[in-house]
């Protein structure tokens, strides 16, 4: 029996909102899926009344496709040009004004990407199916991984590395998509489902996995150099144990390894030996960011917080969010942004945790972190909506 979307629960509050997903991952080689949001035992908070101290406007915006099924990241570029995908299999380019240069089918529903540099771009399939194109949409090459593709494919200068939801992390050569090396690590009974991919960091891949553990793999040989415990499973039910890192790790400056287990905690440990520098006991399924000199995160209740990325000290929590099923926040000058449920981008000054202003969408979630752009920042909603926005 292949892997299904056998769906065996949905909450009336945010239908069709992307949470995560409940995966029974060895039920005879069957995937059920159980769509929820973590969010849905909180009712979520009205949005606050402030007096704004900033002023967001949007300087564009395009129709690129929903992606209710897999959130989709969009891909920006330094020279301003931006690819993005839809989970139905919509590819495009998109350049610096908001115009779509050319737009093509790749005849697969996507559940990962875009992963993008000047010369190449990369999605991946429910199917297994990794597919890369060059600048002008014309197909490099396809390869097939294990199992579906989860989060946004990694490039280096010689490879592309993606994770599949069964565990397995394969990486291919960049030049003709040929397996380079697979591994495959043992997976809990139950997984949450996230839609973060692998970083790589110098010649170290690095990828947050079910269970609370963060593993470091070599690029070159697909090696494990670091096996690191994020969070401990606990509890008498599988639910209860699920302790997944569903963030995508991060670098600080100052060379700390940093991830965010749902049901876990946040922890540091040092990337050159895997020590534990600092963990605070936090649940996410959101993710993390990191400015200068410090993390921010979208806590599972809504709530972001934010912390000393040296000693873990807390700096701030920001609670009137809560229940509003947040986004990866992202650092972008003076502001911690976030994006929720009803698609608002919120601005919460990165200092103090008070809201500095607010922006309005096409009203679908906003799952994904917000992206860096030449002028602002571009946001993907799942309805579909592509925009570039900007403080004025």
């Known amino acids: 029996m292949h892997w299904g979307n056998l769906m065996i629960g949905k909450f009336s509050r945010l239908a069709g909102l992307i949470g995560f997903t409940l995966v029974l991952s060895n039920l005879s080689g069957c995937a059920i899926y159980h769509w929820f949001s973590p969010s849905d035992t909180v009712p979520p908070a009205p949005l ?3 007096t704004p101290t900033q002023q967001v406007r949007e300087l564009w915006s395009v129709d690129v496709g929903e992606s209710r099924n897999a959130p989709m990241t969009p891909a920006v570029l330094p020279d ?27 005849r697969h529903d996507l559940s990962g990407g875009v992963g993008a540099d000047k010369n190449i771009e ?17 197909l ?44 495959e690590r043992e997976l809990p009974p139950l997984i949450i489902k996230s839609h973060s991919g692998p970083v790589i960091n110098g010649t170290l891949v690095w990828v947050g996995y079910p269970g609370g ?7 070159l040989n697909g090696n494990e150099v670091f ?21 995508a790790p991060v670098i600080t400056r100052n060379n700390n390894i940093c991830a965010v287990a749902y049901q876990g905690r946040l922890a540091c440990f040092d990337a050159h030996t895997g020590n534990l520098v600092w963990g605070r006991s936090l649940s996410s399924s959101a993710g993390i960011t990191a400015s200068e000199k410090d993390l921010f995160v979208s806590g599972q209740n809504g709530s972001v917080y934010a912390f000393d990325f040296t000693t873990g000290a807390s700096l701030w929590r920001q609670p009137a969010l809560r229940g509003r099923s947040l986004s990866t926040p992202q650092v972008w000058g003076d502001f911690v942004v976030v994006g929720d449920y009803q698609g608002y981008i ?46 004025q």
């Not at 999605?123 to 014309?138: F, P, Q, R």
């Open 213 to 219: 553990r963060l593993i470091g793999i070599d690029l």
């Open 122 to 138: 990369v999605v991946g399939a429910y199917d297994g199916t990794v597919l890369a194109y060059d600048s002008n949409g014309k």
């Open 227 to 247: 096996d690191l415990r994020v969070a401990e499973p606990r509890g008498a039910t599988d639910i209860d144990r699920a302790v997944d890192v569903t963030g």
């Open 48 to 50: 606050i009344k402030f």
């Open 140 to 183: 490099l090459w396809h390869a097939q991984a294990s199992n579906q593709i989860v989060g946004v494919p990694a490039i280096s200068n010689q490879y592309v590395v993606v994770r599949s939801l069964d565990g397995h992390v394969e990486a291919f050569s960049r030049k003709d998509g040929k397996s380079v090396w697979n591994i």
């Open 346 to 391: 919120h601005f919460i000054y990165k200092s103090s945790g008070i809201f500095a202003a607010r922006l309005s969408t096409d009203g679908t979630p906003v799952v994904i972190r917000p992206q860096f752009a030449a002028r602002g920042l571009v946001i993907q909603t799942t309805g579909g909506t592509l925009s570039e926005i900007t403080l």
């Open 80 to 106: 301003g040009e931006i690819y993005a995908a839809s989970d139905k299999g919509s590819l495009e380019r998109i350049d610096e004004k908001g115009h779509v240069v050319w737009r093509i089918h790749t």
